[in-house]
């Protein structure tokens, strides 16, 4: 009876503690609360990487002086930071839904790019488009708080990656929280009542030359003229309103400046699709139950022998390699900068213990964002 009583006193002592600790959580949130509308008038972001790492190491030391189990602290604090960083974005996503969130993108109006910012209305209802005249000033316009997202191609069936984009992916704070795929459907487009035979010139931006070589082999005597966008060289033919000229482009970037539709599906590969990542200033809370994409931006000095430690890493963590691109570091010819797509299981992520792998194999490591594909009709 005296063992029963002493143990009943014990486990009411712990179900106080437990009372403090709950009440202690909640003024922690209460807080948090008022962090993340801070955060908002000041246009800061979410994560403050610093600032955990800092958090995580004084609670850890605080632990080990209390004799308590350093894993144990870790663990449950790297909780409490995730559960922050999800009330955060909870709190920002419900005030962005009074106002529409600004898409910076190569434009003008009617290019892929603008189509690809209109297939994320069916994720983003409310949506402000802003028209840009290069990739640089895409990605600028959202680090310097101009807008809110980028979007930007990175790679084609029928082209291959885009080289820019991937170099500007490498010199960016921005986090990748998106993807969509675009089917691509070039288009020859003139002023109305124009022949094919007539035509003499034909502009575009590059990737579309690239994507249409077969076609423009069959006439050697036309002169090529490069654009900044596809869209851009839609707009010059509608201006311009000469019969011996015409665009490579879209249809509906066509219909925008009622161009005539000469000749359809034009591409060297009939099933072309550009597949466009979209880049934010804040990594985002997924909570949809899809499989997920991480892309890491790594380096290192023996490729070979690393290329083949990290694929292994991955077949022992079950991790699905989709993609993997590597660029010249121009300063240092001898070195390369790889960027790999992972596609893990619904609402998995690389673990602390993966990661800490990867660093101990790569000279540097960066996660450039996990994300899931936005696209509803096109399933890759």
């Not at 009583?5 to 600790?21: C, F, S």
């Not at 994507?211 to 201006?239: E, G, M, N, Y």
């Not at 992520?349 to 996990?370: E, F, V």
Request: charged share 25%; with cysteine; aromatic share 8%.
């Amino acid at each position: 009876m005296i063992y029963e009583n002493h143990l009943l006193y014990l486990r009411n002592k712990i179900n106080l503690i437990d009372q403090k600790l709950i009440k202690t959580f909640a003024k922690r949130q209460s807080i948090i609360k008022k962090i993340a509308i801070e955060k908002k008038h000041t246009s800061q972001p979410i994560r403050d990487v610093t600032r955990e790492k800092l958090l995580l190491k004084q609670v850890t030391d605080l632990g080990e002086k209390l004799n308590l189990n350093i894993d144990f602290v870790k663990n449950i604090f790297k909780l409490i930071i995730e559960y922050s960083v999800s009330t955060q974005t909870k709190i920002l996503e419900k005030k962005n839904n009074f106002s529409p969130s600004i898409f910076s993108f190569l434009g003008p109006k009617g290019s892929y790019s603008h189509i690809a910012v209109m297939n994320c209305k069916k994720k983003y209802k409310k949506i402000k488009e802003k028209t840009c005249s290069s990739f640089t000033e895409v990605v600028e316009s959202v680090e310097n708080k101009k807008s809110n997202f980028a979007i930007l191609p990175i790679e084609n069936t029928s082209s291959g990656s885009i080289n820019e984009v991937y170099d500007l992916l490498k010199n960016t704070n921005l986090f990748i929280v998106g993807e969509t795929y675009i089917p691509i459907n070039h288009c020859l487009l003139a002023i109305p009542n124009t022949n094919l035979e007539n035509i003499k010139k034909i502009y575009s931006h590059t990737q579309p030359f690239q994507q249409c070589s077969k076609f423009i082999k069959k006439f050697p005597d036309w002169k090529i003229r490069h654009t900044l966008s596809s869209a851009d060289a839609i707009q010059h033919v509608a201006k311009i309103r000469k019969k011996n000229i015409a665009a490579l482009g879209s249809e509906i970037g066509g219909k925008y400046h009622k161009l005539q539709v000469l000749l359809k599906n034009i591409s060297n590969q009939k099933n072309n699709i550009t597949r466009f990542l979209i880049l934010g200033n804040n990594p985002i809370n997924i909570l949809e139950e899809k499989p997920i994409k991480t892309t890491l931006l790594f380096t290192f000095e023996k490729k070979t022998k690393s290329l083949l430690e990290i694929l292994s890493i991955l077949e022992e963590h079950n991790l699905i390699m989709t993609k993997l691109e590597s660029r010249p570091i121009y300063d240092h010819p001898w070195e390369e900068t790889f960027y790999m797509d992972i596609l893990m299981k619904k609402k998995s992520s690389l673990t602390a213990n993966i990661l800490t792998k990867l660093h101990n194999i790569t000279k540097s490591l960066k996660i450039l964002g996990y994300y899931q594909n936005i696209s509803s009709n096109i399933n890759i």
